[in-house]
């Protein structure tokens, strides 16, 4: 059974920073691209960054471009997010799952369920 557990969220001032983690076990992690994904409320669920199954190459929506970097462990399965200069519009639900990437995007893969995900709170 595939369980994908995220954490590191939390409430933050603007320009603050967090990093997140997620670590998904029961499935080949390094056989993956990953994905970080975020839902606010009210919105539809929309990609953030990818990163490829060794972490050579990233992807990022450009509203976190340069703020935001996507790194993973596979040794630790273990899939992280890096976010500075945090903004207001930053808040919403994270969530990482499996991806696929092309040169300019990245979507989730239905390969497990998503994570119960963490809250990331950005106060102005």
């Known amino acids: 059974q595939v369980q994908v557990v995220e954490s590191g969220g939390g409430l933050v001032q603007a320009g603050g920073s967090l990093r997140l983690s997620c670590t998904v076990s029961?499935?080949?992690?390094?056989?993956?691209?990953m994905g970080w994904f975020r839902q606010a409320p009210g919105k539809e669920r929309e990609g953030v960054g990818c990163?490829?199954?060794?972490?050579?190459?990233?992807y990022y929506t450009d509203a976190v471009k340069g703020r935001f970097t996507i790194s993973r462990d596979n040794v630790k399965n273990t899939l992280y997010l890096q976010m500075n200069s945090l903004k207001p519009e930053d808040t919403a639900m994270y969530y990482c799952?499996?991806?696929?990437?092309?040169?300019?995007?990245?979507?989730?893969?239905?390969?497990?369920?998503w994570g119960q995900g963490t809250q990331v709170s950005v106060s102005s």
């Open positions: 990163t490829t199954k060794t972490g050579g190459t990233t």
């Open positions: 799952a499996a991806a696929v990437m092309g040169g300019s995007w990245c979507e989730h893969v239905a390969v497990y369920s």
């Open positions: 029961g499935v080949t992690f390094a056989g993956y691209t």
